[in-house]
């Protein structure tokens, strides 16, 4: 993906340079124009037996690709959409069979690629390129490829620098596959106008439309969301009922998680909360955790306790009021919130304090050191004698498991499982007077950096994931820390791939 971007963009600053070199004679422009005898020519290029022209017809632009075919020059490209209109676009064939334009739009610079294979002018690439007013820039692609519409999103300092990319979920797009080549091409097909209310954050609507349509074709669209944390619609049963569904792209193919029915007046996006459900009031987000079921992660309450507005976060064992990644404290403990297909809508709670109040607290201990600097070792066996497994701050939840003779088995979020002094653990209510002591740490670069290993070794099942900062649980020796993130991922990262940072 990023080489493909950066030979777009290598040919692009190219054009100057070579768009005069490649113009083509007259007898070709001749053809293009007798396609639209009324057109003048915005610009032109050509390489061997392949040349390509903007004609302008007022404000509207044409695109022409003509092609030498047994010694003949035809047109076979003539598309009246793929450039939008009043631009005046650079244009350059970079061989017989890649063709590139680009225009700018209030300093967003937005380019266009297509190439020819087997014959037959492909599908459009699009990159939109904005630079700010402190010099970094987002660079935007959009493509089609294999039935599906897939979105990258890389913000760059100042010296062209990567310093994040985003790669956002596919969406099933079999609809274009006709739509998106160069000869159907339309210029708003993928969203791409600067003023598309639905670009700055997602997909356009009629994109997500269809693609609820090809997921879920008994059902009617609402609306819908592609941000790089989800693929989600707001959809009606053919009973009538609203329903939230969640889309996880799994092995090429779509699992959907749909919700219990939603009351009759929910909608979706309010404002710039564009991923949420608004249920009496409340501003509600679903998200998907790591244990693989979608629930509430976040509300937001206009009204609170009727003079102000509160937000607090929900993971899937916990309440807190930042999220647990900050390294604040957080609530836990077992609750109804965490599953979308078993949640009752009517309980939600209104304010981080009745969140906290309705945890279910049983079965649940916090490691609670006398000196916070200090770490508890948990043991294979109930023994002082007995192997470390890892030494935890204090703060670390834990789920208990058996208690014998001051010892207390226990499992840390189900990665590691051993026994721990009862003496250095809090239960209950009591668990929410215990300060976390956990380190918070940020991703190094490099690939291996978000890499996250279910157990303490490199051949261990691992998962990736696009958070970039955690907090510290405790560490295992010189090499290991076991960490959580705010979707409730847990599991070991090697320390040398995360270091303190400056946030």
């Not at 356009?204 to 693929?231: C, E, H, W």
């Not at 996250?452 to 998962?463: A, D, G, I, T």
Request: aromatic share 12%; net charge negative.
């Amino acid at each position: 993906m990023k080489l493909r971007t950066m030979l777009m963009t290598l040919a692009l600053l190219l054009l100057p340079a070579l768009a005069l070199a490649g113009t083509p004679d007259d007898a070709t422009m001749a053809v293009m124009q007798n396609a639209h005898p009324s057109a003048s020519v915005v610009t032109c290029d050509a390489w061997g037996d392949t040349a390509a022209a903007v004609l302008a017809m007022d404000d509207a632009r044409i695109l022409c690709v003509a092609e030498k075919q047994s010694g003949t020059w035809q047109v076979t490209i003539d598309n009246p959409a793929a450039i939008p209109a009043g631009t005046d676009p650079s244009l350059l064939m970079d061989s017989d069979t890649a063709l590139f334009w680009q225009f700018t739009v209030g300093g967003t610079v937005i380019s266009y690629h297509s190439e020819k294979q087997d014959g037959t002018w492909g599908t459009v690439d699009y990159s939109r390129h904005e630079t700010y007013s402190n010099g970094y820039s987002e660079e935007i692609s959009v493509f089609w490829r294999e039935g599906q519409l897939r979105r990258y999103a890389d913000m760059l300092d100042e010296n062209g620098n990567t310093l994040n990319s985003t790669a956002y979920p596919p969406i099933p797009a079999e609809w274009m596959r006709e739509e998106a080549t160069l000869a159907r091409f339309s210029a708003g097909l993928y969203g791409d106008s600067s003023t598309d209310e639905y670009f700055g954050m997602t997909y356009p609507r009629d994109v997500m439309v269809k693609a609820a349509a090809q997921m879920m074709p008994a059902y009617t669209f609402l609306n819908g969301i592609a941000s790089p944390d989800q693929v989600a619609f707001l959809m009606q049963r053919p009973d009538g009922k609203k329903v939230f569904v969640g889309c996880e792209y799994q092995e090429n193919s779509w699992k959907l998680t749909e919700s219990v029915p939603l009351p009759d007046e929910t909608v979706m996006g309010y404002e710039n909360f564009t991923n949420s459900l608004v249920i009496d009031g409340l501003l509600v987000s679903i998200f998907r955790f790591a244990h693989g079921k979608w629930g509430v992660g976040f509300i937001y309450n206009d009204r609170g306790d009727g003079e102000h507005e509160t937000t607090f976060y929900l993971g899937p064992c916990w309440a807190s009021d930042v999220g647990v990644s900050m390294g604040q404290k957080a609530f836990f403990g077992t609750h109804a919130w965490n599953d979308i297909t078993q949640i009752d809508w009517t309980t939600l709670p209104r304010t981080l304090e009745e969140a906290v109040s309705r945890l279910d607290r049983s079965g649940w201990a916090v490691v609670n050191n006398p000196n916070p600097a200090d770490r508890l070792h948990l043991r294979s066996q109930p023994s002082r004698d007995a192997a470390s497994l890892g030494k935890y701050y204090s703060g670390t939840p834990v789920q208990v498991l058996e208690q014998l003779d001051g010892w207390t088995k226990v499992s840390v979020f189900g990665c590691a499982e051993g026994w721990m002094m009862t003496k250095f653990l809090t239960f209950g209510s009591d668990m929410d007077e215990v300060e976390p002591a956990w380190p918070v740490l940020f991703a190094r670069e490099g690939e291996a950096s978000q890499t996250v290993y279910r157990q303490p070794n490199l051949k261990s099942p691992c998962e990736r994931t696009d958070q970039a900062q955690l907090v510290v649980l405790g560490i295992l020796g010189d090499e290991w820390y076991h960490v959580l993130f705010d979707d409730g991922l847990s599991g070991f990262v090697p320390q040398g791939d995360w270091w303190p940072g400056n946030g």
